[in-house]
Protein backbone atom coordinates (compact mmCIF):
# COMPACT_ATOMS: atom_id res chain seq x y z
CA UNK A 1 0.00 0.00 0.00
CA UNK A 2 1.24 3.16 -0.87
CA UNK A 3 1.63 5.86 1.93
CA UNK A 4 0.03 9.11 1.35
CA UNK A 5 2.75 11.55 1.64
CA UNK A 6 3.23 15.22 1.95
CA UNK A 7 4.85 17.82 -0.41
CA UNK A 8 8.45 19.15 0.60
CA UNK A 9 9.23 20.84 -2.36
CA UNK A 10 7.21 22.57 -4.80
CA UNK A 11 8.36 24.13 -7.79
CA UNK A 12 6.09 26.44 -10.31
CA UNK A 13 6.57 27.02 -13.57
CA UNK A 14 10.34 27.96 -12.54
CA UNK A 15 12.85 29.55 -14.92
CA UNK A 16 16.43 29.75 -14.04
CA UNK A 17 18.96 32.26 -16.35
CA UNK A 18 22.85 32.76 -16.52
CA UNK A 19 22.69 35.42 -17.48
CA UNK A 20 21.52 35.49 -21.52
CA UNK A 21 21.49 31.53 -21.02
CA UNK A 22 18.15 29.74 -20.05
CA UNK A 23 19.09 26.87 -17.98
CA UNK A 24 15.71 25.95 -16.30
CA UNK A 25 12.96 25.90 -18.71
CA UNK A 26 9.75 25.92 -16.86
CA UNK A 27 10.30 23.40 -14.49
CA UNK A 28 7.46 22.21 -12.64
CA UNK A 29 7.73 19.28 -10.05
CA UNK A 30 7.05 18.21 -6.54
CA UNK A 31 9.23 16.68 -4.05
CA UNK A 32 7.87 14.66 -1.28
CA UNK A 33 8.88 14.03 2.21
CA UNK A 34 11.13 11.74 3.48
CA UNK A 35 11.83 9.95 -0.42
CA UNK A 36 14.52 9.80 -2.73
CA UNK A 37 14.15 11.86 -5.28
CA UNK A 38 16.88 11.17 -8.14
CA UNK A 39 17.43 13.98 -10.99
CA UNK A 40 19.12 11.99 -14.00
CA UNK A 41 20.39 13.71 -17.43
CA UNK A 42 22.84 14.50 -19.59
CA UNK A 43 25.74 16.99 -18.32
CA UNK A 44 24.32 20.67 -18.68
CA UNK A 45 20.96 19.00 -18.33
CA UNK A 46 20.35 21.50 -15.54
CA UNK A 47 19.85 19.09 -13.11
CA UNK A 48 22.49 20.62 -10.83
CA UNK A 49 21.38 24.03 -11.53
CA UNK A 50 17.71 22.48 -10.50
CA UNK A 51 19.20 21.26 -6.94
CA UNK A 52 21.26 24.38 -6.29
CA UNK A 53 18.08 26.21 -6.92
CA UNK A 54 16.82 24.94 -3.73
CA UNK A 55 19.08 26.28 -1.43
CA UNK A 56 19.62 29.29 -3.22
CA UNK A 57 23.39 28.02 -4.49
CA UNK A 58 23.16 29.96 -7.53
CA UNK A 59 22.92 33.19 -5.70
CA UNK A 60 26.43 33.28 -5.28
CA UNK A 61 26.83 33.36 -9.13
CA UNK A 62 26.43 36.85 -10.67
CA UNK A 63 23.91 37.28 -13.61
CA UNK A 64 21.73 34.85 -12.41
CA UNK A 65 17.70 35.58 -12.63
CA UNK A 66 14.78 33.66 -12.42
CA UNK A 67 11.13 33.54 -12.13
CA UNK A 68 8.02 31.08 -11.03
CA UNK A 69 7.79 29.85 -7.40
CA UNK A 70 10.32 27.42 -5.52
CA UNK A 71 7.89 26.41 -1.84
CA UNK A 72 9.38 24.39 0.71
CA UNK A 73 6.38 23.46 2.49
CA UNK A 74 4.37 26.77 2.76
CA UNK A 75 8.11 28.92 2.30
CA UNK A 76 8.46 30.71 -0.88
CA UNK A 77 12.20 30.46 -0.78
CA UNK A 78 12.88 32.97 -3.31
CA UNK A 79 11.16 35.90 -1.29
CA UNK A 80 12.97 39.10 -0.26
CA UNK A 81 12.05 38.10 3.79
CA UNK A 82 13.96 34.18 2.99
CA UNK A 83 16.69 34.32 5.66
CA UNK A 84 19.27 32.45 3.55
CA UNK A 85 21.24 31.18 6.91
CA UNK A 86 18.13 29.53 7.75
CA UNK A 87 17.58 28.45 4.44
CA UNK A 88 20.59 26.61 4.11
CA UNK A 89 20.45 25.50 7.86
CA UNK A 90 17.52 23.54 6.31
CA UNK A 91 18.49 22.43 3.10
CA UNK A 92 21.80 20.34 3.69
CA UNK A 93 24.22 20.42 0.65
CA UNK A 94 27.14 17.42 0.28
CA UNK A 95 28.98 17.92 -3.23
CA UNK A 96 30.85 15.84 -5.38
CA UNK A 97 34.10 15.57 -3.90
CA UNK A 98 34.03 15.53 -0.12
CA UNK A 99 35.65 19.09 1.04
CA UNK A 100 35.79 18.65 5.32
CA UNK A 101 37.35 21.86 6.74
CA UNK A 102 41.13 21.32 7.10
CA UNK A 103 40.01 20.80 10.93
CA UNK A 104 39.94 17.81 13.38
CA UNK A 105 37.03 15.31 12.94
CA UNK A 106 35.29 16.26 16.10
CA UNK A 107 35.69 19.60 14.90
CA UNK A 108 34.38 19.54 11.41
CA UNK A 109 30.92 17.82 13.07
CA UNK A 110 30.73 20.99 16.07
CA UNK A 111 31.70 23.59 13.84
CA UNK A 112 28.06 24.36 12.47
CA UNK A 113 26.85 23.83 16.31
CA UNK A 114 29.19 26.73 16.87
CA UNK A 115 28.58 28.98 14.36
CA UNK A 116 25.03 28.84 14.19
CA UNK A 117 25.11 28.28 18.82
CA UNK A 118 22.96 25.63 18.23
CA UNK A 119 24.19 23.78 21.27
CA UNK A 120 25.57 24.36 24.78
CA UNK A 121 29.03 24.01 25.18
CA UNK A 122 28.61 20.71 27.22
CA UNK A 123 25.96 19.44 24.84
CA UNK A 124 28.20 19.43 21.60
CA UNK A 125 30.41 16.11 22.42
CA UNK A 126 27.06 14.25 22.54
CA UNK A 127 26.08 15.56 19.22
CA UNK A 128 29.02 15.13 17.68
CA UNK A 129 28.92 11.35 18.69
CA UNK A 130 25.52 10.74 17.40
CA UNK A 131 25.47 12.35 14.40
CA UNK A 132 28.80 10.31 13.29
CA UNK A 133 26.87 7.48 14.56
CA UNK A 134 23.94 8.87 12.55
CA UNK A 135 26.27 7.95 9.03
CA UNK A 136 27.92 4.77 11.14
CA UNK A 137 31.09 6.51 11.04
CA UNK A 138 31.45 6.44 15.32
CA UNK A 139 32.64 2.96 15.32
CA UNK A 140 35.67 3.78 13.29
CA UNK A 141 36.28 7.23 14.11
CA UNK A 142 35.45 6.98 18.29
CA UNK A 143 39.50 6.80 18.86
CA UNK A 144 40.56 9.58 16.03
CA UNK A 145 38.41 12.30 16.86
CA UNK A 146 41.31 14.95 17.69
CA UNK A 147 43.09 13.81 14.47
CA UNK A 148 42.79 15.75 11.05
CA UNK A 149 39.50 14.92 8.85
CA UNK A 150 42.16 15.14 5.77
CA UNK A 151 43.71 12.08 6.13
CA UNK A 152 40.20 10.15 6.29
CA UNK A 153 39.45 7.82 3.20
CA UNK A 154 37.37 9.47 0.60
CA UNK A 155 34.49 7.42 1.81
CA UNK A 156 34.94 8.15 5.44
CA UNK A 157 35.36 12.23 4.43
CA UNK A 158 31.96 11.71 2.58
CA UNK A 159 30.03 10.36 5.77
CA UNK A 160 31.79 13.11 7.47
CA UNK A 161 30.40 15.78 5.11
CA UNK A 162 26.93 14.18 5.42
CA UNK A 163 27.49 14.21 9.42
CA UNK A 164 28.86 17.67 9.45
CA UNK A 165 25.57 18.77 7.51
CA UNK A 166 22.98 16.67 9.68
CA UNK A 167 24.40 18.37 12.91
CA UNK A 168 22.16 21.62 11.90
CA UNK A 169 18.86 19.68 11.51
CA UNK A 170 18.25 20.22 7.92
CA UNK A 171 14.59 18.74 6.80
CA UNK A 172 16.10 18.35 3.16
CA UNK A 173 19.64 16.51 1.88
CA UNK A 174 20.77 17.88 -1.84
CA UNK A 175 23.15 15.46 -2.65
CA UNK A 176 25.22 16.50 -5.82
CA UNK A 177 27.00 13.35 -7.35
CA UNK A 178 27.91 12.66 -3.92
CA UNK A 179 29.52 9.33 -5.02
CA UNK A 180 31.60 10.06 -8.14
CA UNK A 181 34.51 10.32 -6.51
CA UNK A 182 34.01 7.04 -4.46
CA UNK A 183 34.74 2.91 -5.67
CA UNK A 184 32.44 0.99 -6.27
CA UNK A 185 32.38 -0.60 -2.62
CA UNK A 186 32.03 3.05 -0.90
CA UNK A 187 29.65 4.05 -3.08
CA UNK A 188 27.32 1.17 -2.35
CA UNK A 189 27.90 1.35 1.13
CA UNK A 190 26.63 5.69 0.75
CA UNK A 191 23.62 4.38 -0.93
CA UNK A 192 22.70 2.38 1.92
CA UNK A 193 23.12 4.76 4.12
CA UNK A 194 21.34 6.67 2.38
CA UNK A 195 18.42 4.07 2.74
CA UNK A 196 18.74 5.25 6.31
CA UNK A 197 18.55 8.82 6.26
CA UNK A 198 15.65 8.47 4.08
CA UNK A 199 13.32 7.68 7.12
CA UNK A 200 14.26 11.34 8.99
CA UNK A 201 15.00 13.10 5.86
CA UNK A 202 13.90 14.14 2.38
CA UNK A 203 17.04 13.47 -0.03
CA UNK A 204 17.59 14.84 -3.76
CA UNK A 205 20.08 13.69 -5.22
CA UNK A 206 21.98 14.48 -8.62
CA UNK A 207 23.52 12.06 -10.64
CA UNK A 208 25.13 11.30 -13.73
CA UNK A 209 25.00 7.55 -13.08
CA UNK A 210 21.04 5.93 -13.99
CA UNK A 211 22.12 2.85 -12.11
CA UNK A 212 22.30 4.48 -9.40
CA UNK A 213 19.02 6.62 -9.50
CA UNK A 214 17.98 3.46 -10.20
CA UNK A 215 18.87 1.30 -7.40
CA UNK A 216 18.57 4.68 -4.48
CA UNK A 217 15.42 6.68 -5.01
CA UNK A 218 11.62 6.78 -5.08
CA UNK A 219 11.20 9.15 -7.48
CA UNK A 220 13.07 10.29 -10.60
CA UNK A 221 13.30 12.94 -13.01
CA UNK A 222 15.01 13.18 -16.29
CA UNK A 223 16.11 16.38 -17.45
CA UNK A 224 17.16 17.47 -21.27
CA UNK A 225 18.31 20.97 -22.22
CA UNK A 226 16.65 22.94 -19.05
CA UNK A 227 13.39 21.04 -19.13
CA UNK A 228 12.17 18.43 -17.13
CA UNK A 229 11.21 15.81 -19.84
CA UNK A 230 9.48 13.17 -17.62
CA UNK A 231 9.21 12.58 -13.64
CA UNK A 232 7.31 9.94 -12.12
CA UNK A 233 8.09 6.53 -9.73
CA UNK A 234 11.51 5.42 -10.11
CA UNK A 235 10.18 1.83 -11.35
CA UNK A 236 7.56 3.16 -13.68
CA UNK A 237 10.36 5.61 -15.42
CA UNK A 238 13.18 2.97 -15.22
CA UNK A 239 10.64 0.36 -16.58
CA UNK A 240 7.98 1.99 -19.17
CA UNK A 241 9.12 5.45 -19.64
CA UNK A 242 6.21 7.42 -21.63
CA UNK A 243 8.30 9.88 -22.88
CA UNK A 244 10.67 8.44 -26.30
CA UNK A 245 13.77 10.82 -24.97
CA UNK A 246 13.24 9.11 -21.15
CA UNK A 247 13.55 5.97 -22.88
CA UNK A 248 16.43 6.95 -25.13
CA UNK A 249 18.05 8.18 -22.25
CA UNK A 250 18.23 5.36 -20.27
CA UNK A 251 18.12 2.29 -22.69
CA UNK A 252 21.58 4.10 -23.52
CA UNK A 253 20.21 5.63 -26.97
CA UNK A 254 20.66 9.03 -26.37
CA UNK A 255 22.33 10.84 -28.88
CA UNK B 1 26.93 -5.75 5.30
CA UNK B 2 22.85 -6.60 5.47
CA UNK B 3 21.67 -4.84 2.11
CA UNK B 4 18.40 -2.75 1.50
CA UNK B 5 18.54 -4.73 -1.54
CA UNK B 6 17.84 -8.17 0.63
CA UNK B 7 14.56 -6.92 1.79
CA UNK B 8 13.08 -6.59 -1.94
CA UNK B 9 14.46 -10.07 -2.90
CA UNK B 10 12.73 -11.39 0.45
CA UNK B 11 9.33 -9.88 -0.36
CA UNK B 12 9.89 -11.33 -3.84
CA UNK B 13 10.31 -15.07 -2.12
CA UNK B 14 7.43 -14.12 0.61
CA UNK B 15 5.33 -13.89 -2.30
CA UNK B 16 5.86 -16.85 -4.48
CA UNK B 17 5.77 -18.34 -1.03
CA UNK B 18 2.30 -17.26 -0.70
CA UNK B 19 1.23 -18.12 -4.08
CA UNK B 20 2.27 -21.74 -3.42
CA UNK B 21 0.28 -21.95 -0.53
CA UNK B 22 -2.41 -20.98 -2.38
CA UNK B 23 -1.64 -23.39 -5.43
CA UNK B 24 -1.32 -26.14 -2.72
CA UNK B 25 -4.44 -25.73 -1.60
CA UNK B 26 -6.26 -25.11 -4.80
CA UNK B 27 -4.65 -28.66 -6.17
CA UNK B 28 -5.77 -30.57 -2.73
CA UNK B 29 -9.23 -29.28 -2.82
CA UNK B 30 -9.57 -30.34 -6.87
CA UNK B 31 -8.56 -33.94 -5.87
CA UNK B 32 -10.73 -34.02 -2.70
CA UNK B 33 -13.99 -32.66 -4.84
CA UNK B 34 -12.77 -35.15 -7.04
CA UNK B 35 -12.77 -38.07 -4.61
CA UNK B 36 -15.51 -36.80 -2.47
CA UNK B 37 -18.05 -35.79 -5.35
CA UNK B 38 -18.06 -32.63 -3.83
CA UNK B 39 -19.18 -30.28 -6.28
CA UNK B 40 -19.16 -27.50 -3.46
CA UNK B 41 -15.35 -27.93 -3.13
CA UNK B 42 -14.88 -28.20 -6.91
CA UNK B 43 -16.20 -24.63 -7.08
CA UNK B 44 -14.35 -23.35 -4.55
CA UNK B 45 -11.39 -24.02 -6.48
CA UNK B 46 -12.99 -22.40 -9.65
CA UNK B 47 -13.68 -19.21 -8.07
CA UNK B 48 -10.11 -19.06 -6.07
CA UNK B 49 -8.12 -18.73 -8.92
CA UNK B 50 -8.31 -15.25 -9.43
CA UNK B 51 -6.46 -14.72 -6.36
CA UNK B 52 -3.60 -16.73 -7.97
CA UNK B 53 -3.69 -14.78 -11.11
CA UNK B 54 -3.50 -11.60 -9.34
CA UNK B 55 -0.38 -12.70 -7.08
CA UNK B 56 0.87 -13.78 -10.58
CA UNK B 57 1.23 -10.32 -11.71
CA UNK B 58 1.95 -8.83 -8.76
CA UNK B 59 5.00 -11.14 -8.65
CA UNK B 60 5.84 -10.20 -12.57
CA UNK B 61 5.90 -6.92 -11.30
CA UNK B 62 7.98 -6.86 -8.84
CA UNK B 63 10.99 -9.23 -10.49
CA UNK B 64 10.72 -6.78 -13.41
CA UNK B 65 11.31 -3.88 -11.20
CA UNK B 66 14.04 -5.27 -9.48
CA UNK B 67 15.86 -6.28 -12.41
CA UNK B 68 15.12 -2.62 -13.40
CA UNK B 69 16.34 -0.71 -11.35
CA UNK B 70 19.27 -3.10 -8.76
CA UNK B 71 20.45 -4.64 -12.04
CA UNK B 72 21.08 -8.05 -10.05
CA UNK B 73 23.83 -10.11 -10.27
CA UNK B 74 25.04 -13.90 -9.53
CA UNK B 75 23.36 -15.15 -7.05
CA UNK B 76 20.83 -12.10 -6.66
CA UNK B 77 19.94 -12.92 -11.01
CA UNK B 78 19.35 -16.42 -10.86
CA UNK B 79 16.88 -15.86 -8.06
CA UNK B 80 15.41 -13.33 -9.45
CA UNK B 81 14.81 -14.90 -12.95
CA UNK B 82 13.97 -18.25 -11.47
CA UNK B 83 11.02 -16.39 -8.87
CA UNK B 84 9.78 -15.49 -12.50
CA UNK B 85 9.48 -18.84 -13.81
CA UNK B 86 8.39 -20.33 -10.66
CA UNK B 87 5.96 -17.95 -10.47
CA UNK B 88 4.62 -19.28 -14.10
CA UNK B 89 5.04 -22.48 -13.04
CA UNK B 90 2.50 -22.18 -10.19
CA UNK B 91 0.54 -20.22 -11.75
CA UNK B 92 0.14 -22.87 -14.13
CA UNK B 93 -0.86 -25.65 -11.73
CA UNK B 94 -3.02 -23.39 -10.54
CA UNK B 95 -5.06 -23.50 -14.50
CA UNK B 96 -4.53 -27.32 -14.06
CA UNK B 97 -6.35 -27.25 -10.33
CA UNK B 98 -9.17 -25.24 -11.98
CA UNK B 99 -9.80 -28.15 -14.81
CA UNK B 100 -9.63 -30.57 -12.53
CA UNK B 101 -12.47 -29.11 -10.56
CA UNK B 102 -14.32 -28.49 -13.74
CA UNK B 103 -13.71 -32.12 -15.43
CA UNK B 104 -14.90 -33.92 -11.39
CA UNK B 105 -17.96 -31.30 -11.69
CA UNK B 106 -19.08 -32.99 -15.32
CA UNK B 107 -18.53 -36.05 -13.28
CA UNK B 108 -20.46 -35.72 -10.93
CA UNK B 109 -23.71 -35.61 -13.50
CA UNK B 110 -23.29 -39.28 -13.84
CA UNK B 111 -22.94 -42.44 -11.57
CA UNK B 112 -19.13 -43.44 -11.37
CA UNK B 113 -18.18 -44.87 -14.06
CA UNK B 114 -15.48 -47.40 -11.69
CA UNK B 115 -13.97 -46.66 -8.37
CA UNK B 116 -11.10 -44.81 -8.31
CA UNK B 117 -7.84 -46.23 -7.51
CA UNK B 118 -4.94 -45.04 -9.97
CA UNK B 119 -6.05 -41.53 -10.11
CA UNK B 120 -5.67 -41.19 -6.33
CA UNK B 121 -2.43 -42.32 -5.90
CA UNK B 122 -1.43 -40.57 -8.73
CA UNK B 123 -2.43 -37.33 -7.20
CA UNK B 124 -0.70 -38.18 -3.75
CA UNK B 125 2.34 -38.15 -6.18
CA UNK B 126 1.68 -34.93 -7.76
CA UNK B 127 1.19 -33.10 -4.93
CA UNK B 128 4.31 -34.49 -2.88
CA UNK B 129 6.06 -33.39 -5.50
CA UNK B 130 4.28 -30.09 -6.15
CA UNK B 131 5.27 -29.71 -1.86
CA UNK B 132 8.65 -30.76 -2.10
CA UNK B 133 9.95 -28.65 -4.79
CA UNK B 134 8.57 -25.15 -2.99
CA UNK B 135 9.97 -27.27 0.23
CA UNK B 136 13.23 -27.42 -1.76
CA UNK B 137 12.84 -24.20 -2.63
CA UNK B 138 12.56 -22.42 0.59
CA UNK B 139 15.52 -24.73 2.48
CA UNK B 140 17.68 -24.11 -0.92
CA UNK B 141 17.55 -27.85 -0.37
CA UNK B 142 18.65 -29.08 -3.59
CA UNK B 143 19.31 -32.82 -2.74
CA UNK B 144 15.22 -32.93 -2.37
CA UNK B 145 14.60 -31.01 -5.41
CA UNK B 146 16.52 -33.81 -7.13
CA UNK B 147 14.05 -36.55 -5.59
CA UNK B 148 11.56 -34.31 -7.16
CA UNK B 149 12.74 -34.40 -10.54
CA UNK B 150 13.86 -38.30 -10.18
CA UNK B 151 9.98 -38.49 -8.77
CA UNK B 152 8.62 -38.00 -12.43
CA UNK B 153 9.11 -41.07 -13.76
CA UNK B 154 6.84 -43.01 -11.65
CA UNK B 155 3.70 -40.20 -12.62
CA UNK B 156 4.24 -40.90 -15.90
CA UNK B 157 4.03 -44.71 -15.50
CA UNK B 158 0.77 -44.16 -13.75
CA UNK B 159 -0.42 -41.94 -16.09
CA UNK B 160 0.04 -44.81 -18.71
CA UNK B 161 -1.39 -47.27 -16.82
CA UNK B 162 -4.49 -45.10 -16.35
CA UNK B 163 -4.98 -44.42 -19.98
CA UNK B 164 -4.63 -48.45 -20.91
CA UNK B 165 -6.95 -48.71 -17.99
CA UNK B 166 -9.65 -46.79 -18.94
CA UNK B 167 -9.19 -47.51 -23.08
CA UNK B 168 -10.49 -51.33 -21.79
CA UNK B 169 -13.53 -49.07 -20.01
CA UNK B 170 -14.05 -47.43 -23.67
CA UNK B 171 -13.96 -50.15 -25.80
CA UNK B 172 -16.35 -52.44 -23.49
CA UNK B 173 -19.04 -49.60 -24.32
CA UNK B 174 -19.39 -46.38 -25.76
CA UNK B 175 -21.46 -45.28 -22.80
CA UNK B 176 -18.38 -44.93 -20.80
CA UNK B 177 -16.55 -42.98 -23.49
CA UNK B 178 -17.34 -39.65 -21.75
CA UNK B 179 -16.99 -40.36 -18.43
CA UNK B 180 -13.20 -42.67 -19.25
CA UNK B 181 -12.17 -39.19 -21.42
CA UNK B 182 -12.64 -37.03 -18.60
CA UNK B 183 -10.75 -39.33 -16.12
CA UNK B 184 -8.29 -39.33 -18.83
CA UNK B 185 -7.97 -35.26 -18.79
CA UNK B 186 -7.58 -35.60 -15.16
CA UNK B 187 -4.56 -37.66 -14.80
CA UNK B 188 -2.95 -36.10 -17.69
CA UNK B 189 -3.69 -32.57 -15.66
CA UNK B 190 -2.25 -34.82 -12.75
CA UNK B 191 0.72 -35.43 -15.09
CA UNK B 192 1.14 -31.59 -16.07
CA UNK B 193 1.66 -31.23 -12.44
CA UNK B 194 4.26 -33.07 -12.07
CA UNK B 195 6.06 -31.85 -14.83
CA UNK B 196 6.05 -28.11 -13.34
CA UNK B 197 7.17 -29.47 -10.05
CA UNK B 198 10.10 -30.86 -11.87
CA UNK B 199 10.66 -27.40 -13.58
CA UNK B 200 10.58 -25.94 -10.37
CA UNK B 201 13.06 -28.14 -9.15
CA UNK B 202 14.92 -27.81 -12.20
CA UNK B 203 15.17 -24.20 -11.28
CA UNK B 204 16.11 -24.53 -7.34
CA UNK B 205 19.18 -26.29 -8.49
CA UNK B 206 19.84 -23.75 -10.87
CA UNK B 207 19.51 -21.32 -8.15
CA UNK B 208 21.36 -22.59 -5.64
CA UNK B 209 24.27 -24.25 -8.06
CA UNK B 210 23.86 -21.74 -11.47
CA UNK B 211 23.93 -25.71 -12.56
CA UNK B 212 21.76 -26.33 -15.76
CA UNK B 213 20.08 -29.92 -15.08
CA UNK B 214 16.84 -29.77 -17.41
CA UNK B 215 17.17 -31.62 -20.66
CA UNK B 216 20.19 -33.23 -19.06
CA UNK B 217 21.93 -30.33 -20.28
CA UNK B 218 25.22 -30.60 -18.30
CA UNK B 219 25.36 -34.16 -17.48
Known amino acids: ?255 | MHRHFDDELNELKEKLLRMSSLVEDSISLAIKSLRDRSSELAEKVIHSDSAINILEIEIDELAVKLLALRQPEASDLRFIISATKINKDLERMGDHAVNIAELSLELLKEPPLKPLIDIPRMADLAQKMEKDSINAFVNKDSVLAKQVCEGDNAVDDLNDQIFRELLTYMMQDPKNIQRALNLIIIAKNLERVADLSTNISEDVIYINSGKVIKHHFEE
Open chain 1, 1 to 255: MEILTKNMISVKDFNFWYGKFHALKNINVVVFEKKITAMIGPSGCGKSTLLRCFNRMNDLIDGTRSNGSIFIEDEDINSPNTDLTCLRKRVGMVFQRPNPFPLSVFENIAFGLRIHDLAKKNKISEIVEDSLKSVLLWDDLKDKLNQTALDLSLEQKQRLCIARTLVTKPDILLMDEPCSALDPIATERIEELMQELVKKYTIIIVTHNMQQAARVSDDTGFMLMGELVEFGATKDIFTKPKDKRTEDYITGRYG
